[in-house]
């Protein structure tokens, strides 16, 4: 629960939320679809639950929040003035709170929680199911764990699906919509912004607790 302090105001300058969002929103959009398989059109009754999944609590201060997006707002002024920042390193606590405060990121509040462990992004969801046009699905929920494999090369992101579990049962990926099986941050280049800002990127690093963005070095 993000412990209220005043509002956090929305800053501009943090394109890096909205490339990490991309990690993130990946998820949702591996779920989203995977709801309109043909495979779950029979057994999404049968897969869902009836009271959402206890997803990690989050205790944080809206001081901490406005802090890290000021952190994100500064390694992204830099890229955009073209000098080369310190690496930016995220710890699962911080992404989690980017999550409940910057507003790009609003869908996946309450819904999403990030950890990280050696190479891998997992994403544990509790996805309503109001939203569908069904009245049997009101009150039920998806839940689930998705791990995802992330890298960055030569300025392009790759976020690939590695595994996915609802329920407790592994779904085979064959299952899967052919969408889920490749890269799941291809629309991250639609906005020329986001597409700019990933050039000056050189590695995204994942591992134990914390993500690492690290920029190019000087040309």
């Known amino acids: 629960m993000l412990m209220s302090e005043g509002p956090v105001k929305k800053r501009r300058g943090c394109c890096f939320c909205g490339c990490f969002g991309l990690l993130v929103l990946g998820l949702l959009a591996a779920v989203g679809l995977f709801l309109g398989a043909r495979y779950l059109a029979d057994q999404l009754m049968t897969l869902s639950d009836p009271a959402p999944s206890a997803l990690p609590k989050l205790e944080a201060s809206s001081a901490l929040a406005a ?38 990121l609003h869908p996946l509040k309450n819904i999403l929680y990030i950890s990280f462990g050696s ?81 000056k990127l050189e590695k995204i690093e994942v591992s134990e607790g914390r993500v690492t963005v690290k920029p190019k070095p000087p040309e």
């Open 119 to 199: 190479g891998q992004i997992k994403g544990q969801v509790s996805l309503p199911l109001d939203r569908l046009p069904l009245s049997r699905f009101r009150g039920r929920y998806l839940n689930g764990t998705a791990t995802f494999k992330t890298s960055l090369d030569n300025g392009v992101l790759i976020v690939t699906l590695d595994s996915l579990q609802v329920k407790g049962q592994q779904l085979p990926k064959s299952a899967l919509p052919r969408f889920l099986q490749g890269n799941l941050a291809n629309d991250a280049y639609r906005n020329p912004q986001t597409a700019l800002t990933m050039r």
């Open 67 to 104: 802090s890290l997006q000021e952190r994100i707002k500064a390694f992204a002024k830099a890229l955009d003035s073209g000098a080369t920042p310190e690496p930016l390193t995220l710890t699962e606590q911080e992404v989690n709170v980017l999550i409940a405060s910057v507003p790009e």
